[in-house]
């Protein structure tokens, strides 16, 4: 009788065994399938965003380039070839609003662009480069608290990004909260020290009255900066020269004073 017992016990944890396997098999094979599925829905994503790219480049007029993605759109929306994979349908989604936020940011239309950004992230919401956008959208029209939730938000998705850094800094410095600004550029420094993060940086600097220290900015901003004709270039240079003004008539008024 005890010899029974053990072989049907045996028995069943063998079964369990085989069963646990099976089990763990199919969940591998899931996650390959799944694997294979995104990847293939990122590649099919990326020629989808070329494809789109190249019949906006043959346009010229801005209504043709918005009526031509308003139509890829609707397209997208109600094919059923699309509506099968919701994932991938709002990933091609995504594209197109991205490419419309572009056309209007390259036609001044902030507002507009901004509401495309928006649609962006209502399909793509860890989109962090559209975060980013937005936020400098927002700044560009005054919006400066709207801006900075967007760059927190980027900062959640990617915190090792120097742009959110740069650009949350230069709309804290507009807010005149030169405190954070300042640690927000020396942050975005820190990770990738570029022409633009030292140039505002230098223009905190000056907006405290601490001109030595913008003037040190502004010399290391013109080092790194490699275009020879550009207008970043221009405001450099016209920065350097208003600091060592000011630098210089605070020298000379210090020397009449002593005596």
Not at 136 to 155: M, N, P, R, T
Not at 180 to 196: C, G, Q, R, V, W
Request: include cysteine.
């Amino acid at each position: 009788m005890l010899c029974f017992v053990l072989v049907k016990i045996n028995f069943m944890a063998f079964g369990f065994f085989i069963l646990f396997a099976l089990i763990f098999i199919a969940l591998i094979a899931m996650y390959i399938y799944s694997l294979k599925l995104k990847r293939k829905t990122q590649m099919s994503t990326g020629k989808f965003s070329i494809d789109i790219k190249a019949a906006l480049d043959k346009m010229t007029n801005i209504d043709s380039k918005l009526r031509f993605l308003n139509q890829t759109e609707e397209r997208v929306k109600h094919e059923k070839g699309y509506t099968k994979n919701p994932n991938g349908r709002d990933l091609l989604l995504s594209k197109i609003y991205q490419h419309k936020a572009s056309v209007l940011f390259k036609a001044n239309r902030q507002k507009e662009a901004i509401k495309a950004c928006s649609q962006v992230l209502a399909v793509e919401p860890s989109h962090t480069q559209t975060y980013l956008n937005r936020g400098s959208l927002y700044g560009e029209i005054g919006e400066y608290e709207k801006a900075i939730e967007d760059f927190d938000q980027a900062e959640l998705l990617d915190s090792r990004n120097p742009n959110i850094y740069n650009n949350r800094g230069w709309m804290y410095m507009h807010r005149k909260e030169y405190d954070k600004a300042l640690s927000d550029l020396n942050h975005a420094i820190l990770l990738e020290p570029t022409d633009i993060e030292y140039f505002n940086r230098a223009n905190t600097f000056m907006e405290l009255g601490e001109w030595k220290k913008a003037l040190g900015d502004y010399q290391m901003s013109l080092s790194l900066h490699e275009q020879s004709d550009s207008e970043l270039r221009h405001l450099i240079v016209s920065s350097i020269a208003e600091m060592e003004r000011k630098l210089n008539n605070s020298e000379q008024n210090t020397t009449q004073i002593n005596e």
